[in-house]
């Protein structure tokens, strides 16, 4: 089973999963930053953010090998292969290349015959975009620890409900992405 973090936000979530610490202790305490002013629209992107060592940290002080394919808080982390969460609106794939280990990103672009420059706005192409990411980092650095964030069944529930058709079609597919990166491992 698992408790909840509050609140039971994505970002501060996998913040915890990362940390072993609660929101409050970590510092990401929604997805985006409060804002008053202007409005709360900045999203914690970066691992700055997060005041407690996170999983990653620990690991390469243990000298094991970290990676990331789009973990949420991670712009910025010291992992040795990082493809981090960020930037979901437009010019993606071309903040992607700047945040992300040099060549990671066309590497995958060209495993997949290509990838449209705002192709993360559909959840389904995210993922698979995601999921290619993690079984080249595999493959090609073998990782003691890679972090994975598939997100397609939280938006197809968030839209139609969690037992709707499109829900389960979207655990279908990230079942499929959850097996390729098993095998990969394997």
């Known amino acids: 089973g698992v408790v909840v973090s509050y609140p039971s936000m ?12 609660v929101p409050a202790r970590h510092g990401v305490t929604s997805n985006t930053k409060f804002d008053p002013r202007g409005g709360s629209a900045a999203w914690y992107f970066e691992h700055a953010s997060i005041r407690v060592p ?8 243990q000298g094991l090998t970290t990676a990331g394919a789009s973990w949420p808080v991670t712009v910025g982390a010291t992992m040795d292969t990082l493809f981090p969460e960020s930037n979901q609106g437009p010019g993606w794939l071309t903040r992607a290349r700047a945040e992300s280990s040099p060549g990671l990103v066309d590497a995958v672009v060209t495993q997949l015959g290509g990838f449209a420059e705002d192709g ?5 192409q995210r ?18 620890l890679l972090m994975v964030h598939l997100m397609e069944t939280d938006a197809a529930q968030h839209a139609t409900g969690p037992f709707s058709v499109e829900a389960r079609a979207a655990i279908e597919r990230i079942d499929a992405h959850v097996g390729a990166i098993v095998r990969a491992t394997e």
């Open 120 to 124: 993360n706005r559909d959840a389904i």
């Open 54 to 61: 996170a999983l990653w940290d620990l690991a390469r002080r």
């Open 10 to 21: 994505t970002y501060p979530s996998h913040t915890s999963l990362a940390t072993g610490a």
């Open 127 to 144: 993922d698979r975009f995601t999921a290619a990411m993690a079984t080249h980092v595999i493959r090609t650095t073998r990782p003691n």
